[in-house]
């Protein structure tokens, strides 16, 4: 028996093909082990039973509504384990891989699901029908008197012996022993935690292998209430029917009555579990000890490893019911792409990403075309796929995917991007297509707030395939921004780009034909509210554009007029609705034209002096 409990906990567990899996109240992660000797987790949330329906909660129901959820989660997580587990180099067959893109039709998936029916059936037919025949050879079940009461004891007792003889004969497959073994793991992990020790590897082996809430305990407690359940019902039924009754017709009815009553056996014996569970006092120990004894039977002492395993998982679930922010995570295994954006796109999906990036990563990761990604099916390596989760990973922390990547397209040109300047966007290259549009030989240009060099980079090579030759000014008053500009000049072979450092006209001399800007336009306030991608990732320096968001634009109405040649044009990006305030700043310029962007929204200001 285990020491007292020092911490409660309801977070529960059950053993995989070499690891483990813990489920708390909100999450749900598994730690496995692989072939290369590393432990993978997989990770999801769970509805919180606050959000669950009211009748799912209420005693005995609740019992029926976690019997359900451990079976089907049970299984599934049991298979993923063994994908982790055991090292599959089989592809799909092309008759595989054409129903799964003409027809939609996941032939694994469908295996999958036949193979837990069949379980299913088996277990019905070994435990619930195969005991009431072989009753039934020695006692008649349909007449009223004593031989019913033996009948039902008969069959109760065929049902344990056939439980702990098959108990016993799965602990002699090799597979099954190692899955004992991280049962024990498993155990021992919890144990150790409501003991109030640090789940350390030490600490965790020196913990017992036996717990109260075992599912092994749960099955026996099943086992019993069905002998006693099943005697009620079955000695009610000889009463209910007609005398006489066919007994063939009879037996049906008992064996569907079996069957139906399963519910309301599994609804009782989870609130037995349940008080079990919740008391240490002796007094209740003779209706533990069978299980507990049973337990020894099913759990083995594990490896170290297997405990590091157990650990992780329980650490994992704890993490993530104090912080729903962390995300969640998928298992590393060579696959059907389909079936990891699928999952990838769901993970994206239920964190509030666009599931077009999820397309986006798998086409940079595999070198393929993005709108082949959906189309496509082919099996992924480990290395692949790991490298397809850590980028995934990485993006639902907030971290925006072109500074995961370290560059992004802009006009068709490949410009590096980190934390040092705001990602481009596609309104800009709007912006610098007005620019292109309106440069003539010669011209002089000036980029103010250039970021990552994207204006004045593709402004550069754009007129070059019309051989105009102008003269292009960037100016950024970060350093490191500047930084990131130059290294993009050289990756594009725009080296004709004069670089400043300055505060926006600051350090700039002369005179240009056009002055182009994308300069800070977020009000203050505005910058707290917006996606976490901006606030927390993108530079604020390059963000904040004052109380109004109009700063920037006062100082360049002053400044410009006297940096711009006669019938010089200022070209600005603006913010949503600040357009006619803009306008409305340049008092003596000759014209102004407000331009839409691809969306319909006044993006530009064009001034021409």
Not at 263 to 283: C, M, N, Q, W
């Amino acid at each position: 028996m285990s020491k007292k409990k020092t911490n409660r906990t309801y977070i529960g567990g059950q053993a995989l093909m070499e690891g483990v899996m813990m489920r708390g109240k909100r999450a749900m992660a598994s730690a496995v082990r692989d072939p290369q000797g590393a432990i993978q987790v997989e990770s999801e949330y769970l509805t919180p039973p606050e959000k669950r329906k009211k009748a799912t909660r209420m005693p005995f129901i609740r019992g029926v509504v976690n019997f359900v959820h451990s079976l089907t989660d049970g299984t599934r997580v049991l298979m993923r384990s063994m994908d982790v587990a055991v090292e599959d180099d089989d592809e799909q067959t092309k008759a595989e891989q054409w129903l799964k893109e003409k027809h939609k039709i996941d032939v694994s998936g469908i295996m999958q699901k036949i193979a837990v029916f069949f379980a299913v059936v088996l277990a019905v037919g070994l435990f619930v029908i195969a005991p009431k025949l072989l009753a039934e050879l020695v006692f008649d079940s349909n007449v009223r008197s004593l031989e019913c009461l033996w009948y039902n004891l008969m069959a109760g007792g065929i049902r344990l012996f056939l439980f702990l003889a098959y108990v016993i004969l799965i602990a002699l497959l090799p597979d099954m022993k190692r899955v004992y073994m991280c049962h024990g793991a498993e155990h021992k992990t919890i144990t150790c935690f409501e003991q109030g020790k640090p789940l350390t590897v030490e600490n965790v082996r020196g913990c017992s292998r036996v717990h109260d809430r075992c599912g092994t305990t749960f099955l026996f407690i099943v086992v019993v209430v069905s002998i006693l359940v099943g005697c009620l019902v079955n000695t009610g039924l000889v009463y209910a029917l007609p005398i006489g009754l066919n007994k063939k017709i009879f037996m049906a009815i008992s064996l569907a009555s079996s069957i139906l009553i399963l519910p309301i056996i599994a609804g009782i014996s989870y609130e037995i579990l349940r008080l079990l569970a919740k008391t240490d006092s002796v007094f209740f120990l003779p209706f533990k000890a069978p299980g507990l004894l049973l337990q020894r039977l099913t759990t083995r002492e594990p490896e170290d490893g297997m405990i590091e395993c157990a650990i992780t998982a329980f650490e994992t679930v704890v993490k993530m019911e104090a912080d729903q922010t962390i995300p969640e995570r998928v298992f590393v295994t060579p696959g059907k792409m389909s079936a990891l954006l699928s999952n990838t796109k769901k993970r994206f999906r239920d964190n509030n990403i666009e599931e077009d990036e999820a397309e986006w990563i798998f086409a940079l990761t595999l070198k393929m075309k993005k709108d082949s990604v959906a189309k496509k099916e082919k099996i992924l390596r480990v290395a692949e796929a790991r490298e397809i989760i850590r980028i995934a990973d990485e993006r639902l922390t907030g971290r925006p995917l072109w500074y995961i990547f370290g560059d992004t397209n802009f006009c068709g040109y490949t410009l590096k991007v980190d934390e040092r300047v705001l990602i481009p966007r596609p309104e800009t290259e709007e912006m610098v297509m007005m620019v292109v549009g309106a440069a003539e030989e010669g011209n002089s240009i000036l980029d103010l707030c250039t970021g990552s060099g994207a204006i004045a980079i593709a402004t550069l090579k754009e007129l070059e395939k019309y051989n105009r030759e102008v003269k292009i000014t960037a100016v950024d008053i970060s350093e490191g921004a500047l930084e990131v500009a130059k290294q993009n000049a050289r990756l594009n072979n725009a080296f004709d780009i004069k670089f400043i450092q300055s505060d926006l006209f600051e350090k700039v001399r002369g005179k240009f034909d056009i002055i182009v800007s994308n300069p800070p336009y977020i009000p203050t306030a505005t910058i707290d509210t917006l996606q976490r991608e901006v606030r927390d990732h993108e530079p604020r320096l390059a963000l904040d554009g004052g109380e109004d968001g109009l700063d920037f634009y006062r100082r360049i109405a002053q400044e410009a007029p006297k940096h711009l040649t006669r019938g010089g044009m200022l070209i600005m990006e603006v913010g949503e609705g600040e357009a006619k305030n803009v306008v409305s700043l340049f008092k003596n310029c000759s014209y102004s034209i407000i331009v839409k962007d691809f969306n319909g929204i006044d993006r530009y200001v064009k001034i021409v002096m």
